[in-house]
């Protein structure tokens, strides 16, 4: 463990923000990535200490006691409690590809990821994979939901995330929010696309594609999503939405350049990125402060 950052104590300060009790944090943890190693942020005392080096896209589950991380086009794990680490996948001499957006669901011992494939799938298509220890490679298996013994992959993926419970997937293809309902094996998949994102208002210029999703993040309960919105060739205006998992009640929270990878601190409590910062807001809008600076590729433990 690093020596605490300087520098982020007012951040932190900040963050608590007006009416909320000194309690808030307690037990809660950020991951983050800055400047190509894995940070492990303490939002009750406002200190930070490096956690991984050489680590990039943290992820983390506290029920798998786990952080998933990637390092030299890999996916990595590292145990919280013992600090040993494992190479889940095993990438040779792909080159121009990238991994992102990791996932660690919930009762199960997979990961699965966004990967932007150069071979076989053509320059620049990015497929969600699910990988688990001890079955590497993690191989190319189709463009569209087909599984095999290695992964399984989605072809035109913006963002996914997986439900609190891992029995559900929200993930953005095509200009669309899609929900996949999984059973007990990977294969036991069946998706409905729940809301047109081009429909929203001031996204709805050009092609459904010009709508990015920077971001999907899951209430504590499963009730409601999070999602960080951008439209592109446009004004690029980020927006922040909630919305129920079947598409409806949706309603924006925050409209500010640039919002993106959205996700739950606490219930009621949204924590999100701005160029490369990380700010909270409340889910009715409010108190809208800085939490953390100089972080990017965030999750809540």
């Known amino acids: 463990m690093g020596a605490a950052l ?170 669309d929010l899609w929900m996949a309902k999984i059973g007990d094996g990977l294969e036991d998949e069946m998706e409905d696309r729940v809301l047109p994102l081009a429909q929203l208002d001031g996204f709805n210029e050009g092609s459904p594609a010009s709508t990015a999703v920077l971001g999907i993040g899951w209430s504590p309960d499963g009730r409601r999503l999070v999602l960080g919105l951008s439209r592109m060739g446009g004004s690029g205006s980020g927006r922040l939405y909630l919305v129920e998992p079947d598409g409806k009640r949706l309603k924006q929270i925050d409209a500010l350049e640039n919002e993106g990878a959205p996700f739950y601190l606490e219930p009621g409590i949204i924590v999100f990125s701005i160029l490369g910062d990380l700010w909270r807001i409340r889910t009715d809008g409010t108190q809208r402060l800085p939490f953390l600076a100089g972080a990017t590729n965030a999750c809540a433990y």
Not at 156 to 165: L, T
Request: aromatic share 10%; with cysteine; charged share 20%.
């Open 6 to 175: 300087i520098g982020w104590g007012l951040w932190a300060a900040l963050a608590m923000g007006p009416g909320l009790p000194a309690d808030t944090f307690q037990d809660r943890a950020v991951f983050f990535e800055r400047s190509g190693s894995v940070y492990r942020f303490d939002p009750a005392t406002g200190s930070a200490t490096l956690f991984q080096d050489r680590a990039q896209n943290p992820a983390c589950s506290r029920p798998r006691d786990l952080l998933a991380f990637t390092r030299d086009g890999n996916v990595w794990f590292r145990t919280l409690s013992t600090g040993a680490t494992t190479q889940v996948t095993d990438f040779q001499g792909d080159t121009g590809e990238a991994l992102e957006d990791l996932q660690l669901p919930a009762g199960r011992d997979c990961v699965t990821f966004i990967r932007s494939a150069n071979s076989g799938a053509g320059p620049g298509m990015r497929c969600i994979w699910v990988a688990s220890p001890g079955r590497r490679p993690v191989q190319y298996v189709g463009n569209s939901w087909v599984s095999g013994s290695a992964g399984t992959m989605v072809s035109d993926i913006g963002a996914a995330s997986w439900s609190p419970d891992g029995r559900r997937m929200a993930f953005s293809r095509g200009g």
